[in-house]
């Protein structure tokens, strides 16, 4: 009886111990299923958000991608417009003839640069004291001053050779005596008027075959050249000229008064006679010819080409007709890069010296 009432317990133990089992995993089950639900509706909620954050960066890039679309159409119209314009100021041009070379015509001028070209007056006087020798008497006689155009560079001053060559002068001054009187230089002076006053110059180069001579104002008087203006417009490069290029020369005939020319470059070497050679025919590549008449007067007086309308000097008038005695049948003019190029190589100035006081 008594066994029977035992297993009775323990079959009632077993069974709430299997009901208390299963609820345990029933319990398990649900929280998994809900812990499933939440997770589904975290994956929704999630989803939902990356959906929306998507639609709104698809949005935001497109956009961006009209906005570009846009501004590519502004640059296109830009560009397009740009061309244009340059199509019609390159055909401006063409007609005008601006190409960055020396005009052919003076078309691009602007009166104001002429105007200045024409009344930059600068002239060097030399003054030679000649010795007189003749049987009957010696005595020391002042030859006549020679005026000459100069161009100022800072405290240096160019000028053509022969205007103030000593022996030059000497040979005119000979021409006036019969050869019996003995003839020979005293002193020989070069001097410009500042202020009213006469400035002596230093000589510190000269050329005789080329044609050029460079002074020197004294440190002393390089402040009244401040009143003095230096040359205005640059020095140019006499190696790009071509024929036909239009020139303009601002030349002194006789020494009193100013007559401007306007002309072309006609060749771009001389030739000439050498009369030491038997008259053979010399090529000068030192020097170009200029359709200007060149009368007495005009030598040492500048040159202009004009560059797309602005001044440039590319030279200094030498002669004219049979001038220097070589037989010369045209006007011609030392090209300004012989003597610059000379004297840059020579003092060791920069190359942007001869502009650096403009």
Known sequence: MKIKENRSLFLLILLLLVTLTMLTTARQILKTEKYAESVEEAVDIVSKQSDSRFVELVEVQNLHFQQIIDLQKKVD??????????????????????????????????????????????????LVVFNVKSEKYENNIVGPPVTAPAIIIGKYVLISSHTNDPEVLKEMFLSNFPESVKVEIFKHNVVMVINDKPVELKEIYRNREKDFSLFEIPAEAVEKVKTVSNFPFEMGRSGELKIGNFIFMNGRPGGEYEIARSGHVTTLSILYRDENNNGEYKKDDNSFGISEIVLPGDSGSPIVAFRDGKPELVGITLGYIDGRGKGIVRSYALKIDVATDEIKSRFQFGDGFFNSFI
């Open 77 to 126: 119209t830009l560009q397009s417009g740009l061309k244009k314009e340059k199509k019609e100021r390159d055909q401006t041009n063409r007609l005008l003839g601006i190409d960055g070379k020396y005009d052919k015509n003076n078309v691009l001028i602007k009166q104001k640069d002429l105007d200045t070209f024409l009344n930059y007056k600068t002239d060097a006087v030399s």
